[in-house]
């Protein structure tokens, strides 16, 4: 028999949930990165990291639904969305 509608978007909502949930614990820590880089003089934007997390995003979680294609665009907006913020956060109090 097929799954009841409502109960598999419950488990997609919880899921986004938590998607959600993980992704604002990585600002925290890219908060902390902004600190780290603000104290020692580095720039915020650092290309190499930034193509070296997406290859192994890409190689390690790739399959038929998540293409590297698809990981690369969802990343490249989350790290763009952070070097956003650790902007902000380095400004601040200058
Ligand atoms: O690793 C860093 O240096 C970060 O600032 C974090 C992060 C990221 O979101 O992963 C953000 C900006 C940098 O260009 C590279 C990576």
Known sequence: MAEDLA????QIDDLDDQVLTILAKRFEVVKRVAAYKKEH???V???DRMAGVVTRLATVHKSA???P?????LYRLIMNQAV???NSWVD???
Do not use: D, G, H
């Open 41 to 43: 003089k580095l720039p």
């Open 92 to 94: 601040e109090s200058n």
């Open 65 to 67: 639904e998540m293409t």
């Open 7 to 10: 109960q598999l978007r419950q």
């Open 69 to 73: 294609e698809f990981i690369s665009k």
């Open 84 to 86: 956003t913020a650790e």
């Open 45 to 47: 934007v650092q290309e």
